[in-house]
């Protein structure tokens, strides 16, 4: 029986899972976390997933029952509207549902980078690349005066980003710089979120190790 009520069903390397995390240390709330092996998916997981993919949020109840919520932005939400801390969104109906669509939009920005760093060969790491920096441009294109996406709070926008930033903290910057060059919000933003407790405390010490055998097992050519 776990000590808190909430379990987060992870991988260590999953983004999606990392955007649950640094939700719930960010509204300091106790949480257990198990890391399941995505390539043997334990049956016990397969049968509380509907889609079989993490990240899974158990929730165990008042009597004792445990729920289980699947999908990053369900989680997420359900957090921010049970747990106490800072609000990750806003209250103003326009400005949450702009927030939710540049969510979307982070999710399709993460599947270039995905891309990207998973490439075999040069032709598609240069089209997914070049489809990444559009993403990024138009981000800069919209940003205001920061640190943070929306200004000076940390939002649900942020906890999205993060881990998608995070991937290029770890390649080498010759391969990083051309990617951010000339994006300064941007690049203001990745450096502020990189700094974040939350952040940093949302995946293991040897993330970035795991992360660089990841590339090295795909055969990307950023790990040669
Ligand atoms: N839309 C899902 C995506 C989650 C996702 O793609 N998780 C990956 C790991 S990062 C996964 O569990 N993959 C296992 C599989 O597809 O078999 C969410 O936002 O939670």
Known sequence: MPETSLTLVSHPLCPFVQRAAIVLLEKAVPFDRIDIDLSAKPDWFLALSPTGKVP???????????????????ICEYLEETQGGAALYPDDALARAQQR???????????????????????????????????????????????????AAFSMVDA?????????????????????????????????????????????????????????????ILAA
């Not at 929730?59 to 289980?68: K, L, N, S, T």
């Not at 919520?69 to 369900?74: H, P």
């Not at 969510?103 to 990207?116: N, P, R, S, V, Y």
């Not at 559009?134 to 920061?146: D, I, N, P």
């Open 101 to 151: 669509a540049w969510i979307e939009f982070a999710t399709q920005a993460l599947a270039d980078a995905w891309q990207f760093l998973n490439a075999a060969d040069q032709p598609t790491a240069d089209a997914r690349q070049r489809a990444f920096r559009g993403k990024l441009q138009r981000l800069e294109s919209v940003m205001e005066s920061g640190p943070y996406f929306r200004g």
């Open 160 to 220: 999205v980003f993060a881990p998608l930033f995070r991937y290029f903290d770890i390649l080498d910057p010759k391969v990083s710089r051309p990617i951010f060059e000339d994006l300064p919000r941007v690049s203001a933003w990745r450096a502020k979120l990189a700094a974040r407790p939350s952040v940093i405390a949302a995946v293991a010490k040897d993330y970035a190790e795991r992360f660089r055998e990841h590339l090295r097992r795909q055969g990307a």
């Open 56 to 74: 899974l949020l158990k929730v165990r109840q008042a009597d004792g029952e445990a729920a289980i919520l699947f999908e990053s932005t369900a």
